[in-house]
């Protein structure tokens, strides 16, 4: 065409071939004279991060369903106060910060810069964090064979199911109380001690919390 600034459309092929040369050709008077350019065709970045997660605030989270092709660098961020075991990974591991957990969720975003006339492209999945249940079945005790002992320094947060166990043949008043009374067994009183386990859970993607304490069953006075 005899247009000075043409627009030029690359086809399939052209793109397959990952370059094209185009050639102008101006026709004078007296003679024909000709210039050629070749255009060097770049793939964009693309990136996928995956679907958005759910994990538990006592866990680190792995990108591994994220990947990316066509860049030149990679970076990762959040909008949260957490921190990625390397940034510029494709599948780093997410550990959340006190806000992430506080919040309940964060957003992880991947940014992929590639050639400078491609640009840069950015991808995000949403992070949300449920609270761990705790357990602290208290510190260890004695007290005579005959006694009941009732376990008043025991603790128990974010949880759903709160369960009392033990290794001897003892019983608690309400093995689903935070702080039960236990009565030895007589099993209990001859080996002169038992474990007392506590174990909390939520059901909300988190592992159970479990803790115990030994009880001795044995005066000293």
Known sequence: PEIFTPLYFPSDEDM?????????TGFGPVETIEDKVIFSFVQSPNI????NSIICSSESFLLADANAV???TLTWTTLGDGTFDDENAINPV???GATDIENGVTSLILTALGSESCGEIVDQLELNINTAPVASAGIDADICPMLTYTIEDALALNYEQILWTTNGDGSFDD????QPIYTPGNNDIA???VTLTLTTSNGLFCPESVDDMLLTLLCTD
Do not use: I, M, W
């Open 175 to 178: 093995p689903t109380t935070v």
């Open 191 to 193: 080996t002169k001690e």
């Open 48 to 51: 996928d991060v995956g679907e």
């Open 70 to 72: 066509n860049y030149n």
């Open 94 to 96: 997410y550990t959340p």
């Open 16 to 24: 397959l071939e990952g370059s094209v040369e185009l050639t102008f």
